[in-house]
């Protein structure tokens, strides 16, 4: 009995009539996280995790027909029992698991292991069937702790002021850029471009407590960042924005800085391995920490990963999807954030 079907619309429950993140517009769409390759303009109906609406009202629109739910409070749709679980990825993030005549189906969307006390932390799900991403599905993808890269990222801002220079972080503005906020504490002034200030809001309206930042207005003389920190979203790298900051040197944060040819991209003044996606070992472990008889491998390394699961005796397969990259790997190879 399949629960899954893989369409070009996306992934669809076919009982229960609907589709999970699809990247062609539907009737009714259940969404895991508010990152653009997940969350698509055109759907009839959204449904999500509560604090994934004001991002999702804030990325497709206002007015779009949108419902929402908590983690673990299950709904029936078609008959299908379906809840919402904690991912760890992003503020609002979830794995959506349904049940339907006693079988049990997970979808994990984006998700990290890691607890950046920014988003729910990680819940495994038991299930027969589990659908991983597998950005990072490469052993070489191995991040620091959290701790660890903290301190990368306060050392270097330490490092920057005793040369008399500006501290340019970027990074992705929903996720990343308030992981960054959160390293750098109070340590410094820091400032934001406008479109991560508007994510900013959506996780002070969710309780989340942030380190105090300042706006800053780019359509004005910006010699005041001198020696400060400012974080910026990778849409603006080569435009006349970032050109403005006085004695700047730059940082890319992101999973892909991991891999040392990474670090030399754009001539990146250093690169910081911060990810909010699982790496190589945290994949394994949700995999395993959710005892499916069998896992989807879509969005990243599906075919290393799933042949490295099957030879493990975990039955995998492969799965297309209509995104050959996810957001932190547009982000970092088109240098643009949507």
Known sequence: MDVLAFR???????????????WLPVDYALITHGHSDHARVGMKKYLCHHHSVLILKSRLGANISIQSVAYQEPIQINGVKVSFHPAGHILGSAQIRMEYKGKIVVVSGDYKLQDDHLSTAFEPVKCHEFVTESTFGLPIYQWPSIAQLNKQLQDWVLQNKSYGKTSVFIGYSLGKAQRILQAIGDSSATYVHYSIHKMNQTYLEAGIPLADYQLVDFREDVKFLDQQVVILPPALLDTNIIKKIPNMAYAMCSGWMAVRGARRWRSADAGFAMSDHADWKDLLLAVR????????VTH???????????????????????????????????GMEE
């Open 8 to 22: 070009k619309e996306g992934i669809y429950c076919i009982p229960g009539k609907f589709y999970i993140d699809p």
């Open 289 to 296: 920490s959710c005892e499916a008889e069998k896992v989807f």
């Open 300 to 334: 990243g390394k599906t075919a290393v990963f799933a042949k490295y699961l099957n030879e493990l005796g975990i039955a995998s397969e492969e799965v297309k999807t209509a995104f050959s990259n996810d957001d932190e790997e547009t982000e970092l190879m088109e």
